[in-house]
């Protein structure tokens, strides 16, 4: 769990744990319900069915309505069984009939129990998101995604909220739906009640942020339109000939905090930022201070890691991709802060005759309105405007997670538990190309954040090509596996030999399992991709985990 969970989580609302005598586990007077673990326990099935009419009215949540979709949408009897794709069992957040009844209420497409079985294609995709691949406690929740998907390949998000005045932290599922009983802990996983159904996504992360649905978006949705930023936020792209989905986290200014700043329509913008009359052109800078509010890739709020400086011992800040021509910065330790070190965006006088002075110098993010999903990635909201800043420095760590999405999919697809490799097929992959591979394999691994792995055997030669990097001097250091029967390599960048031979069969620790190495210094003279290729010396395995760049000062 990274320091950005542990803040959430323990640092803001932790504090009642150092308060002394309060507690979220009590099953007296718990505003979250009961907490359930029996030695001979139910099935899930088994549990929502005796939970289906209740012994004293308002005793226990009643769940009838919800056993009537899962039977409809055929889901019942696999929730009476053990997970075959998961062998710690599933999640289920069980909405209870008061929830469906407000759900049939607010949906005019769905406003029945029979109209929502009559929809057959939204049910099945309705009640899968309800259900998730893994059993997740509530101690184990993360402030952002669950690290496990639901059966329909989506995510779920966590917020936490503190509850004063019953001694106690407050669950929402993405963002709306309350945990009113928590951690049943059953035979085949956990089912936590909630008191709102899950909606899944089907809307892009246009269509969500489109002032019709929000309309606090007005100014920075016209800003993306009329630039054309927009053009790039469609649900595909195409990538090496090879069309992709288009998966990306946007950052958002709502109406509110862009008027507190005097920028009071389009036209403000326009005036603040645009450098030409085309504000089509890719370099006109309004352009790209809207094409920086979009990152590469998808990062909800637990997934910025913090990143150490292996010199100093010290938190750094990594560097992310935007859709501009500048990266952005973002320092992962007590809170998420973007771009800090820049802009002073707020002062805030603390003491007599103001001496000891708070300086904002970062953008913040606005949690409870952030993880917000959609079929594209997360939606961030800001509480303060993020503008470019070109100086932006930080280190930069390359997973192949974040690069090869065909890699990921196709892991996910078949996945079991953290730690099972899969042999992949390389002709699916469009950022690495190779030579002399016999197998490749790729795997995740939460080991030190690692994230994931490829493993490639063989007399090899592996061209990696990096996401884009600013210009400046970087020392390259990455974590690789050391092992009997483990290659020789070395290491190049843009074709120039970085370091020594770095022999991967000396066993220094347990067999296969990480090192870490500094492979020296680089530098770049254009902001770009770059190219880092791996040439085996002697044939065998070679297990990469990340590839992380340090800005050298």
Not at 8 to 29: D, E, P, Q, R, W
Not at 322 to 341: A, C, E, H, R
């Amino acid at each position: 769990m990274n320091n950005v969970v542990k803040y959430i989580k323990y640092a803001i609302f932790g504090l009642l744990a150092f308060m002394g005598g309060l507690s979220v586990t009590s099953c007296k007077n718990n505003s979250l319900g009961e907490s359930f673990n029996t030695d001979a326990s139910p099935t899930i099935l088994a549990y929502l069915q005796s939970r289906a009419t209740p012994s004293e009215v308002g005793s226990v949540a009643e769940y009838s309505t919800f056993l009537k979709i899962l039977d409809a949408a055929n889901r019942a009897n696999s929730l009476g069984a053990y997970n075959p794709r998961n062998k710690n069992g599933y999640t289920v957040f069980a909405p209870t009939n008061a929830a469906f009844s407000q759900f049939f209420a607010s949906d005019a497409a769905h406003n029945s129990l029979e109209a929502l079985i009559a929809d057959a294609s939204f049910l099945k995709k309705f009640v899968d998101y309800h259900i998730v691949n893994g059993k997740i406690l509530s101690k184990d929740f993360t402030y952002g995604t669950l690290s496990d998907s639901t059966i329909a390949g989506d995510y779920v998000t966590i917020v936490f909220s503190n509850d004063f005045e019953n001694n106690s932290v407050t669950y929402l599922v993405n963002g709306k739906s309350k945990v009113v009983q928590r951690d049943i802990d059953l035979s085949n996983g956990v089912v936590h009640g909630i008191d709102k159904v899950l909606e899944p996504s089907f809307y892009s992360a246009l269509e969500l942020i489109n002032p019709e649905r929000n309309p606090d978006l007005s100014i920075f949705y016209e800003a993306l339109t009329k630039t054309g930023v927009s053009k790039l936020l469609g649900p595909t792209k195409v990538v090496n000939g090879q069309l992709l989905k288009n998966n990306f986290t946007l950052l958002v200014e709502p109406d509110s905090i862009l008027k507190k700043a005097g920028i009071n329509s389009y036209a403000d913008l326009v005036a603040k930022y645009s450098t030409s009359a085309d504000v089509t052109d890719p370099l006109n800078g309004l352009y790209q201070e809207m094409a920086y509010h979009v990152i590469s890739g998808v990062y909800y709020l637990n997934n910025f890691n913090q990143s150490l400086d292996d010199a100093t011992g010290k938190i750094s800040s990594s560097l992310y991709n935007t859709f501009s021509y500048f990266p952005l910065s973002v320092l992962s330790d007590l809170q998420i802060q973007v771009n800090p070190g820049g802009r002073v965006l707020e002062t805030i006088y603390q003491g007599p005759n103001n001496r000891d002075t708070i300086k904002i110098d970062y953008a913040e993010i606005d949690y409870l309105n952030s993880n917000q999903l959609s079929t594209n990635g997360p939606v961030h909201f800001l509480k303060n405007i993020l503008e470019i800043e070109a100086s932006s420095t930080g280190q930069f760590d390359m997973h192949f997670l974040d690069d090869e999405p065909n890699l990921v999919s196709y892991y996910n697809s078949n996945k079991t538990n953290y730690g099972q490799e899969k042999l992949f097929y390389p002709k699916d992959l469009y950022q690495i190309s190779f030579t002399g591979i016999d197998y490749i394999y790729y795997g995740l691994d939460d080991v030190f954040w690692d994230k994931d792995y490829i493993k490639v055997l063989g007399d090899f030669t592996l061209d990696i090509k990096t996401p884009k990097l600013a210009p400046g001097k970087y020392t390259i250091f990455t974590r690789y596996a050391e092992g009997n029967g483990y290659a020789s390599v070395q290491v190049f960048f843009n074709g120039q030999r970085v370091g020594n031979i770095k022999d991967c069969s000396r066993v220094t620790g347990s067999n296969g399992q990480p090192s870490s190495t500094t492979l020296g210094d680089v530098i770049v003279t254009k902001f770009g991709q770059q190219k880092i290729t791996i040439d085996a010396i002697s044939p065998g395995y070679f297990k990469c985990y990340f590839i992380r760049f340090t800005p050298k000062l």
